[in-house]
């Protein structure tokens, strides 16, 4: 099942419970119970403050972000659920860089929680790039959950390519 691919990383048991969940038809069952309601953060602008926020309270001394948008151009084939890049301009005699947030448009459409998970993500590449030890660490500072929420977020990417939009 192409699918799974999401999940192909993830233990024996865990894989054959979501296979188990997707022949019965009640991954989304299982996705609405968990998570009822999609989250209000629809605009550029409001996704912007809702990432400072978490800025703000886990990484205040990281550089500044210009920019957090939703983009409908990012490929879940290519597994791109949020990106995180550095844009390097010469200004003057001076290099200037900026950094922004890009999240895929189907997050629009999700619960808070992960939302949430995506965002943390992204401004944990603020102060590591690679995805390692001190990256994950990081992420379970900002996001005790984090791992659930990961395993949940590949859970609704399943369902969203097998069924569509949970709301």
Known sequence: ????????????????????????????DYLKSKYPYKHAIS?????????????????????????????????????ALGTHTYISRVQGGKLKAKQ??????????TPQALLDMIVVHELAHLKEKDHNKAFY??????????Y????????FLIEYELNGSLY
């Not at 922004?100 to 459409?109: G, M």
């Not at 659930?148 to 859970?155: C, G, M, S």
């Open 100 to 109: 922004e947030i890009r999240i895929a448009s189907l997050f629009k459409e």
């Open 43 to 79: 605009s550029e602008k409001a996704l912007y403050d809702f990432v400072l926020d978490y800025k703000k309270r886990y990484l205040k001394q990281s550089s500044p972000i210009s920019k957090v948008s939703y983009d409908s151009k990012l490929q879940l084939v290519k597994h």
């Open 148 to 155: 659930q929420l990961e395993l949940d977020t590949r859970l």
């Open 137 to 146: 660490k990081l992420c379970l500072h900002m996001l005790p959950d984090y």
């Open 1 to 28: 099942m192409k699918v799974l691919e999401y999940i192909n990383h993830y233990p024996v048991n865990i894989v054959e419970q979501v296979r188990s969940l997707i022949e019965k038809n009640k991954l989304r």
